[in-house]
């Protein structure tokens, strides 16, 4: 399948890799579908890229790559929203604010993106954990 961004341009992408997010997104209700395209060049972030809207795309990342130590504990609600059976299922993925002074690049550590990758469905969730911040710097 294709789809066209107004910012990434031609994008393809087959059936099985759009996410469904039942929720929608914090301050993206409307928006159920996206795909994640990895940023070759730019790696390790990657493009969180609705379906339903050209305009809305949103830069994401493994917290892991940059907080080795980023723990959370997902509830039972959120298992049994996203179905998830075992631990190997989940993607964890944070947002990532961009600027053009990269010490001032930040992700959310305290709002993960948390999908299933053998169903793709998806939720962001909010932590409680008062150590994880929503502009964690990530350099």
Same mark, same amino acid.
């Given at each position: 399948?294709?789809?066209?961004?107004?910012?990434?341009?031609?994008m393809?992408? *087959? *059936?099985?890799?759009?996410i469904?997010?039942?929720?929608?997104?914090?301050?993206?209700?409307?928006?159920?579908?996206?795909?994640?395209?990895?940023?070759?060049?730019?790696?390790?972030?990657?493009?969180?890229?609705? &379906?339903?809207?050209?305009?809305?795309?949103l830069?994401? /990342?493994?917290?892991y790559?940059?907080? *080795?130590?980023?723990?959370?504990?997902?509830?039972?609600? /959120?298992?049994? %929203?996203?179905?998830?059976?075992?631990?190997?299922? $989940?993607?964890?993925?944070?947002?990532?604010?961009?600027?053009?002074?990269?010490?001032?690049?930040?992700? %959310?550590?305290?709002?993960?993106? $948390?999908i %299933?990758?053998?169903?793709?469905?998806?939720?962001?969730?909010?932590?409680? %954990?008062?150590?994880?911040?929503?502009?964690?710097? &990530?350099?």
């Amino acid at each position: 399948m294709k789809f066209i961004s107004k910012v990434h341009g031609e994008m393809q992408y *087959e *059936e099985n890799n759009i996410i469904s997010f039942n929720k929608g997104i914090p301050g993206l209700d409307e928006l159920k579908k996206f795909i994640l395209l990895d940023l070759e060049e730019y790696e390790p972030f990657k493009l969180l890229q609705s &379906l339903e809207d050209e305009e809305i795309s949103l830069i994401v /990342t493994s917290p892991y790559e940059f907080f *080795e130590e980023y723990e959370i504990k997902l509830s039972e609600e /959120t298992i049994k %929203n996203l179905e998830i059976k075992s631990p190997g299922q $989940v993607m964890i993925l944070t947002t990532v604010t961009l600027n053009s002074d990269v010490k001032k690049i930040t992700t %959310n550590l305290q709002g993960p993106i $948390v999908i %299933n990758t053998s169903t793709n469905f998806g939720e962001q969730i909010i932590l409680d %954990n008062s150590k994880y911040k929503v502009k964690s710097p &990530l350099l």
